[in-house]
């Protein structure tokens, strides 16, 4: 099993470009997040999904979105980035009946 | 919201000492989950709690979660180079399907 992925690994944006984090688990997971790390704030979370179809917003959903066409795929939208976005992005995947999360490398973002 | 505090925000120690890092909770806590980071890399699941008064252990790391469930911490015993990293605590909350993190406790082991 690969587990959770993510790609790219590191992205460099303008102001108001936009872009897509992919992100994929082979688990068979029901629920699925993305979760971003700054400095000093541990991991907030963005959205979340518990499943093909369903998605919802966490702590710091605005600039963000989300969908979720399949169990394995949860990409993380950027429609317009701004340098506050600039931070580590991590997808997450579990069991829908566990907190037990499957961590992806992340994605460092840097926003210019 | 629930929230996560936890101390020290950051902890340097001599290979072969032992450390604790502790975890707060603004509320009570459903399950509470330890996580270990190495640096500029994702989050390793290291130990779930859910009952007051329980303990686990994983080598030499010893999580514990107070009877009021409001508190844990993570004890590593004679620390070597390879507990270096980040070491986060999370929680469930005890409704829909958010988890919260702490802030994280950052440690390094001097050889």
């Known amino acids: 099993n690969a587990g959770v992925t993510q790609t790219p690994k590191f992205q460099v944006l303008k102001t108001g470009q936009s872009m897509t984090l992919q992100c994929a688990q082979d688990m068979n997971h029901e629920y699925m997040s993305w979760y971003r790390q700054d400095p000093g704030m541990g991991l907030r979370l963005i959205h979340y999904?518990?499943?093909?179809?369903?998605?919802d917003q966490g702590e710091v959903p605005n600039g963000y979105n989300v969908s979720r066409s399949t169990t394995e795929d949860f990409p993380l939208r950027l429609l317009s980035a701004a340098p506050s976005q600039t931070s580590v992005y991590f997808c997450?995947?579990?069991?829908?009946?566990?907190?037990?999360?499957?961590f992806g490398p992340g994605t460092r973002l840097t926003v210019t | 919201s629930q929230e996560l505090e936890q101390s020290p925000q950051s902890l340097i120690v001599q290979e072969g000492k032992n450390l604790t890092i502790n975890c707060t909770s603004s509320?009570?806590?459903?399950?509470l989950y330890w996580y270990k980071q190495k640096y500029g890399e994702g989050l390793i699941f290291l130990m779930m709690?859910?009952?007051?008064?329980e303990e686990k252990s994983h080598e030499k790391i010893t999580a514990k979660l107070d009877e009021k469930k409001q508190q844990s911490s993570l004890h590593i015993t004679a620390s070597q180079p390879s507990h270096a990293g980040i070491y986060l605590c999370g929680a469930g909350t005890n409704y829909g399907q958010n988890f919260v993190f702490g802030p994280g406790t950052r440690l390094s082991v001097l050889p």
């Open positions: 509320k009570t806590l459903y399950g």
């Open positions: 997450a995947s579990r069991d829908l009946l566990r907190y037990e999360q499957y």
């Open positions: 709690l859910q009952k007051g008064g």
């Open positions: 999904s518990v499943g093909a179809g369903i998605t």
